[in-house]
């Protein structure tokens, strides 16, 4: 019952950094939820954005608060009537909101995209998506980032 | 064939639930009958399917004291439902008598004194013999066996033989899958080695490749059996890598990705499932929300969080199992499947009573056999208890009350952390402290018993972080476990407010002074999921403990103050 998954394949990729321990990393000052409503009226242009159409995959617990992997999907036929402009990625608590931005075309096909992020604290993680036509839709999840140790 | 026990002056209730009456109580076949094993397992000939569930057992292969929680509080929209009902409130609920066969195996009420009446539970032995009886009167072709994981760790046998002893014994009784959780903290290569060798699948949709992100493991099985297709989908404990030790299995990445479950459903609906099964180590209330977000799972056989609940509980169409756990109880599903719908079923959480129960000899024997090298050190003789020696319920146990003593002392440390494991057997007052019954309580691969500074407001931080792996009113956040058992420090904790806000009162027993935000403290403890943890493995220090203080006398712990 062996499975051959890419690991498998390449034999002897990079292991992943180890988990850090009871101690808590200095804190700067985090973005409050006002930079980060900011941060989501200069990408929205200050439009409200609806529900639906965009879908945040992401933990509810992070396994490592350095590398958490995140997933947007957008539901749209992509052509060039109606597609998705642009996906951005934002996390209420940390230092800086905007963690990424992807810009997609027709020619894209798909409107989804996977990156891993920081996350040095519970916060929530939000993706917003802007339509050809200026529509906005976002997505939120809370991830959850534990101190680790002594759960059981 | 059947001890003293015989005269048992009640049966055990046999649950007789079809999936339209799942409010009902739990009939009793009749009152006032002696108990033997046909009580406990005979059956009708309902339906056209079997469905038999162990889960949790934790390595225990033979039979047990377990004492079920008297502390179980669950929070947000599930305050005071199943599990979250103990001792007199749960007799209540399933019209119970108090003092029966079944207030013994599924409360803490009057536990001590039960159990020297009713005997240990359990014994992989006498399972095997409920399994052999099922399949003979199913016919082989008609039943389906699940192994919901936590099986391969908990034992001082398990530990020496990284589980190989489970596995040979377990291969016995023929699962047709099992998903897991301990099992995983024997490491990679170790899991990768025993799972290729299994007879059966290993399954877990939630277990992926950390650095590409897709499936590590198979997700789901379709077995034809009784002239239906039952899709099996596995589903291991979603935080392991974070409650486990990660650095063990730094390849997997886990999760509940409830996506994945859905999409694995809709596969197994199209490749022609009659009945869908859910084969969970989610934890009884992750799986009691799961159920209501992903449609089109018509059983959810729980674990992790080790309930054992009479009757099951449905949400929508959707009926959850919870079977127990260190093989107290086999859960029983007989179905009525129909081309394409689970039409009907009746369940019995049937109680492993050893001693009415026989033993089955092929297993008895396979039991000795991986026993046998190391019968001499289990059978050692460490020390005695005075009193009752359980682990479970929410805040603490007297083992726990024990390990944190030996911490103290021997770590000479002023406050000791022990985590809040929901494995570890009980020992009834007067017993012989074992080896074997020290490892029951301790048995794992990290068991490193730290010595660290820590200041008060860290521990705080670490009390705030557990309790909110516990008591999060969204089950999708709980982790399953305990919470974690503090010696040498007493606090409050009010379970319904937020994280950073629960932990209060935060106080030095010895002193009465309350704890200094800005101080390091002297801290013991064990089973850090940190890869560099130093200090001698736990049960060296509780061994070395009762070296010096050969009779334990537990005693009421007060430290913790519940407030809401």
Known sequence: ?152 | MFSRREFLAATVALASITGSGLSGRWSRAAAQQRMTEDDLLGASDFGNLTLLHVTDIHAQLKPVYFREPAVNIGVGAVAGLPPHVTGADFLKLYDIEPGSPEAYALTSEDFGALASQYGRMGGLDRIATIVRRARAERGDGNVILLDGGDTWQGSFTANETAGADMIACMNLLKPDAMTGHWEFTYGTDRVNEAKEALPFPFLGSNVFDAEWDEPAFDAWQMFERGGSRVAVIGQAFPYTPIANPRWLIPDWSFGIREEEVARHVEAAREAGADVVVLLSHNGFDVDRALAARVPGIDIILTGHTHDALPEPVKVGKTVLIASGSNGKFLSRLDLDIGKGELKDLRYRLIPVFSDVIAPDTEMSAKIDEVRAPYEAKLAQVIGQTEGLLYRRGNFNGTWDDLICDALLAERDAEIALSPGFRWGTSLPAGSDITVEDLHNACAMTYPAAYRSKMSGDMLRLVLEDVADNLFNADPYYQQGGDMVRVGGMGFGIDPTREIGSRISDMTILKTGEPIDIARDYVVAGWASVNEDTEGPPIWDVVENYLKANPVYTPRENRSVTVKS
């Not at chain 1, 020619?107 to 604290?121: P, V």
């Open chain 1, 1 to 152: 019952m062996t499975r051959i998954t890419r690991r498998t394949l390449l034999s002897g990729t990079a292991s992943l950094a180890a988990i850090a321990g009871l101690g808590l990393l200095a804190r700067p000052a985090w973005a409050s939820t006002e930079a980060a409503q900011e941060a989501v009226d200069a990408f929205t242009g200050g439009k409200k954005p609806e529900t639906g159409k965009i879908t945040l995959t992401a933990p509810e617990i992070a396994e490592n608060g350095n590398s958490v992997p995140v997933t947007v999907e957008v539901d749209s036929p992509m052509t060039e009537g109606d597609y998705v402009a642009s996906v951005t990625i934002l996390a209420d608590g940390n230092p800086n909101p905007e963690v990424a931005t992807f810009h997609f075309t027709p020619m894209s096909g798909a409107a989804a995209a996977t990156t891993r992020i920081r996350l040095a604290k519970t916060q929530n993680v939000m993706a917003i998506a802007k339509m050809s036509d200026g529509s906005v839709y976002s997505d939120q999840k809370e991830v959850k980032v534990t101190i680790g140790g002594c759960g059981g």
